[in-house]
Structures are given as structure tokens and as C-alpha cells.
């Protein structure tokens, strides 16, 4: 009974949540959304799932700046003998958006470093090999926003170097995928 009324009592709180943010102001806003693709290239990986998180403040009304952050899940795909390990990136990075109309297409990018998590070897059947820590983080992204929503086609890659090399196969931590958002106002 405890869990059923803390449930109703979080429901209350978002339903809440969301219908006074529709009359708040739109330039500080929280964007909440999900993210799928392929790993290109497909060495070490084969597919990406994940979450974002990102706080975004708009300077003006065409260019915002943020913070941004979540969790990337790469599912391993076994290469010429090596049975590759699943890893995760959570990035740590400023976000930029240009909205050259208040509704439309956009443009942007997450610029930032990316820490890989999950097992410290690149292949079970490699224990030698250690994963990178992470690298450079990039995500450019390109697609159609609107108040609520926005919805893009982005590249999401770590630049690792050459940490993480079994023979000929490069460590790859890059996805080409589509990602969905919400936003959220945070008032003024």
C-alpha cells in the first residue's frame, strides 16, 4: 500500500509539473529523451541504445547553450575471433543549439569528454587488452524542433586513439542513430 500511494504521489507531482509548464517561460529548459543506432564502425559493436539528459538556457531566441549528459549502451558484436565486451559512454558536455525559426529545423552539437564504462577488457578472450577510460566527446545533430519535442538524426562518437586495438580491429565507441526529446520549462 506504502508503494501505491508513493506512486500516485509522484504521478500528482509530474501531472502537476507538466501543466504549469505549459504557460511557463521557455528559456531555461530540461530536455529528457532517448537515442538508438549502429555503431560505425560496426568492429567491436554493433547497435546503441541510450538516454540523454540536458539543461538548456537560450541566450537569445535562436541560440541556446547547456550542459548535457546520460548513458549509452553499445550491445558487442563478436569480430574475427574476438568476443567483444558491451561498454557504455556517459558523457560530460556543453551542448549548443541554433533554432533559426521558433519552429522548424535546427541545428547543434555536444562537445564535451566521454568516460566508457563496463568491463576493463575488450574481449573476454583478450584479457591483455584493456578498454580506453574515454576521450573526446562529439555529437553534431541535425533535425526538426517545435515547443515540446525535437526529433534529430545525430552521430555520437568517443575519440579513444588507438587504446583498446586487438589486431586489425579498432576500438570503436561511435553510433549513427536518431534521438527524441522533451522539453521542459524551467521558468524564467
Excluded at 530540461?30 to 568492429?43: D, F, M, R, T, Y
Excluded at 550491445?75 to 567483444?84: L, Q, R, S, V
Amino acid at each position: 500500500m506504502k508503494v501505491m500511494r508513493q506512486a500516485l504521489l509522484a504521478a500528482g507531482i509530474l501531472t502537476a509539473g507538466l501543466a504549469s509548464a505549459q504557460s511557463a517561460s521557455m528559456r531555461n529548459m530540461l530536455k529528457i529523451g532517448a537515442n538508438a543506432g549502429v555503431s560505425v564502425p560496426a568492429e567491436n559493436a554493433s547497435a546503441a541504445a541510450g538516454i540523454d539528459v540536458a539543461y538548456q538556457n537560450l541566450v537569445t531566441p535562436g541560440f541556446g547553450l547547456g550542459i548535457a549528459t546520460g548513458y549509452t549502451h553499445y550491445f558487442a558484436k563478436d569480430n574475427n575471433g574476438n568476443k567483444n565486451n558491451d561498454f557504455g559512454v556517459v558523457p560530460v558536455a556543453a551542448l549548443v543549439r541554433i533554432y533559426p525559426k521558433q519552429s522548424g529545423f535546427y541545428l547543434g552539437a555536444d562537445l564535451g569528454y566521454g568516460f566508457i564504462t563496463g568491463d576493463e577488457k575488450v574481449a573476454e578472450n583478450h584479457q591483455s587488452v584493456d578498454r580506453p577510460d574515454g576521450g573526446f566527446y562529439l555529437k553534431p545533430e541535425i533535425g526538426y524542433h517545435n515547443r515540446d519535442w525535437n526529433f534529430a538524426i545525430q552521430y555520437q562518437k568517443v575519440f579513444t586513439g588507438d587504446d583498446g586495438k586487438i589486431g586489425d580491429q579498432k576500438y570503436n565507441a561511435g553510433s549513427l542513430g536518431v534521438g527524441v526529446s522533451y522539453n521542459i520549462p524551467l521558468g524564467k
